[in-house]
T-cell receptor, first 114, second 115 residues
Framework: GDSVTQMEGPVTLSEEAFLTINCTYT??????LFWYVQYPGEGLQLLLK?????DKGSNKGFEATYRKETTSFHLEKGSVQVSDSAVYFC?????????????FGKGTKLSVKP | DAGVIQSPRHEVTEMGQEVTLRCKPI?????LFWYRQTMMRGLELLIY????????DSGMPEDRFSAKMPNASFSTLKIQPSEPRDSAVYFC?????????????FGPGTRLTVL
């Protein structure tokens, strides 16, 4: 079945460092891909998404490009801030045009130190 | 928009007691999802509804869990009887059908502790 694999955490970076969180997927169809972020004590919220190959999703300085050839959707940010400390989830949705559930990776905890 | 509303935010109960979690989705959304999050198992989909009808409940752990959606603005997740292994954060999410890439909007979660 469909699945998402993302890098194990936790990831600890200093402020202004470059961030990459790897995400790869397995899907039989043509999934849409998402990054969700969960701040401490809160629910998940959408960070960015991409619906087809070569699309780039971006938000709040974060970017991810849908790479069909490598089945990847890596999350990047050029300069992280302390406020980016959170758990990041990669997810896919593949229901061939109808709404279905999202399949989430296990999450990667990011801690940014001042 | 008020977002997805869940209640209670925290629930502490004793083993064997009935627990009811509540969710109010965003107005106009026609999909509602219930998730459970634990350190060991991560985020798991329990059940989801479309237009108040359960579509997939294959994630419901066992018969002790049940979910209902009596109308478009309210859903419940009930655990009876509760067990310590049910301790987790339970999230409700809703979305609106407009294509394949619909965004799910999550509530703040209910942290359940079963003693």
């Amino acid at each position: 079945g469909d699945s998402v694999t993302q890098m194990e955490g936790p990831v600890t970076l200093s402020e202004e460092a470059f961030l990459t969180i790897n995400c790869t997927y397995t899907a039989t169809g043509y999934p849409s891909l998402f990054w969700y972020v969960q701040y401490p004590g809160e629910g998940l919220q959408l960070l960015l998404k991409a619906t087809k190959a070569d699309d780039k999703g971006s938000n709040k300085g974060f970017e991810a490009t849908y790479r069909k050839e490598t089945t990847s959707f890596h999350l990047e940010k050029g300069s992280v801030q302390v406020s980016d400390s959170a758990v990041y989830f990669c997810a896919l949705s593949d229901r061939g045009g109808s709404q279905g559930n999202l399949i989430f990776g296990k999450g990667t905890k990011l801690s940014v130190k001042p | 928009d008020a977002g997805v509303i869940q209640s209670p935010r925290h629930e502490v109960t004793e083993m064997g007691q009935e627990v009811t979690l509540r969710c109010k989705p965003i107005s106009g959304h026609d999909y509602l999802f219930w998730y459970r999050q634990t350190m060991m198992r991560g985020l798991e989909l329990l059940i989801y509804f479309n237009n108040n009808v359960p579509i997939d409940d294959s994630g419901m752990p066992e018969d002790r869990f049940s979910a209902k959606m009596p109308n478009a603005s309210f859903s419940t997740l009930k655990i009876q009887p509760s067990e310590p292994r049910d301790s987790a954060v339970y999230f409700c999410a809703s979305s609106w059908t407009s294509g394949r890439a619909d965004t799910q909007y999550f509530g703040p979660g209910t942290r359940l502790t079963v003693l």
